[in-house]
């Protein structure tokens, strides 16, 4: 039975991530998907009870889950150098190693372009973002006052990683297409090595097309006409600055989910911090935290071959969409009048009205 940890983090991830919870467990019994659920301590409520944010336990916890759901994380307000209250650093200690992003545009959502469904893949283990990419140390140095010195690093393993799982959700979405975002030509070391794993992988995967897009065009064409693309694969930086831009053009932030993925566990992680200003009164958004769980279901079942957790993600996705599409209950970001609470409720009813997967695809 697969395991599944719940880090409810801080402030709206007291809220968003148990209607998460809620809707993910909704859609799996629905289906008949068992999976073994655990929450465990993090952040402000851990240091209360375990002096620490991250607490050795849940760590050690985590080694023995396949995926869970991280809620988002109040850093900011967190004592520096003091070493019980740190950054979670889950990605660099589970070695997952690319960001999963998806950018719909949804029908009743006002955004700058309707029809868009692109889902982002993003390294984030090396490239440019200094601290990810060395053991100890920024990755950045200045050795006088008139420069600053900053490293990239792009490795054939890491490339071709995050290429493989590009093609590997390519083959779950009917377009059947990836586009690679590098700049090859200025940068022929780093970018060049990208691009040529991405070809490697793309000569295994004979039913999936590989487009190559320069990342300033890219930029460009992703405003003017986003409906081009379908699954895009990119390098760490690149892939921070285009997927905040992919936000932007459906809607922003409160509709940005994530997942972040290694080998064999995944992260559910929505874009949103902890919204200190809003927590408390049962009016976050809860749409991208269940959205990323739902992602971990997805995910999950594919690498781990159970059709029904496959199955639980395509009820959440299509409750979430005629939620939306009615606009009885969003919540106030999105223009409703509905708490936290019954947005998720309203998930749950959607889900649980539909026919069960199974009987639907018979
Ligand atoms: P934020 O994303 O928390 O909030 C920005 C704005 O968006 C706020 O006005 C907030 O009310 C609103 N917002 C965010 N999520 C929302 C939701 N689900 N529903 C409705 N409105 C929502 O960014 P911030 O204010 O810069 O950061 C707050 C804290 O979160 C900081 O401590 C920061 O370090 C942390 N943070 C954590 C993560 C993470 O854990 N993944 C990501 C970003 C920021």
């Known amino acids: 039975m697969l395991k599944i940890g719940i ?18 467990k909704a859609a799996s019994a629905k289906v008949g998907f068992k999976a073994a659920w655990k929450q465990l301590p993090i ?11 991250m607490p050795a336990s849940t760590v050690k916890a985590l080694t023995g889950m396949d995926g869970w759901l991280l809620g988002p994380i109040g850093h900011s307000a967190y004592p520096r150098n003091d070493p019980t209250w740190t950054n979670t650093g889950l990605r660099k200690r589970f070695d997952l190693f690319a960001s999963i992003k998806p950018v719909k545009a949804y029908q009743g959502i006002p955004s700058l372009h309707k029809n868009v469904d ?24 200045r050795p006088n006052d008139e420069i600053s010195i900053g490293m990239r690093v792009v490795t054939r393993k890491g490339a071709n990683r995050v290429a493989r799982e590009a093609f590997e959700i390519a083959r779950t979405r009917p377009r059947k297409k990836v586009t690679a975002v590098h700049k090859a030509p200025t940068y022929k070391l780093c970018c060049g090595m990208f ?10 995967y004979p039913d ?10 890219f930029a460009l064409k992703l405003v003017m006409n986003p409906q081009q693309f379908d699954m895009v694969v990119t390098t760490n930086q690149f892939g921070d600055i285009l997927t905040d831009e992919g936000a932007a053009i459906v809607g922003g932030l409160g509709l940005a989910p994530g997942l972040c993925v290694g080998e064999h ?10 919204a200190p200003d809003i927590a408390g009164k049962n009016i976050a958004n809860p749409f991208a935290m269940i959205m990323s769980g739902k992602m971990l279901l997805e995910w999950l079942g594919r690498k781990h071959k159970q059709p029904k957790a496959v199955k639980a993600a395509k009820l959440i996705d299509a409750a979430m969409d005629k939620v939306i599409a009615e606009a009885k209950h969003l ?11 019954e947005m998720g409720n309203a998930v749950v009813r959607a889900l649980r009205a539909k026919a069960p997967a199974a009987r639907a695809c018979a």
């Not at 952040?43 to 944010?53: C, D, F, I, L, M």
């Open 43 to 53: 952040g402000r409520k851990a240091h209360e009870s375990h002096g620490h944010t």
């Open 208 to 217: 999936i097309k590989l487009d190559e897009v320069l990342v300033d065009g």
């Open 118 to 141: 692109i889902v982002f893949l993003r390294e984030v283990t090396e490239g440019m973002q200094s601290s990810g990419v060395v053991v100890a140390g920024s990755g950045e140095f």
């Open 331 to 341: 919540t106030p970001d999105l223009g409703g009048t509905a708490t936290t609470v």
């Open 265 to 274: 566990k995944a992260m559910s992680q929505a874009t949103h911090g902890s």
């Open 7 to 24: 880090l409810l983090g801080d402030d709206i991830g007291l809220e968003v991530v148990p209607e998460a919870v809620k809707v993910m």
């Open 195 to 204: 691009a040529e794993e991405c070809r490697k992988v793309a000569a295994e």
